[in-house]
């Protein structure tokens, strides 16, 4: 009976284990995407006339 409680434990540690790497990789995916887009709208911007870039920006 111990034997299967502490293999439970273990199982139980190494899903922890598991979904703490999921949730940092996903993490770690919507900051590429965020950084993509970033990236995207400055090259957009870089292409644009001064003065069209003027009116994008935030007040």
């Known amino acids: 009976m111990q034997?299967?409680?502490r293999g439970n434990?273990?199982?139980?540690?190494?899903?922890?284990?598991?979904?703490?790497?999921?949730?940092?990789?996903e993490q770690e995916k919507e900051e590429l995407r965020i950084r993509a887009k970033k990236e995207s709208l400055e090259t957009h911007l870089k292409t644009l006339p001064p003065q069209e870039v003027i009116f994008l920006l935030p007040n």
């Open 3 to 5: 034997t299967i409680e």
């Open 9 to 25: 434990r273990r199982v139980m540690q190494r899903n922890k284990q598991l979904l703490s790497g999921v949730k940092t990789l």
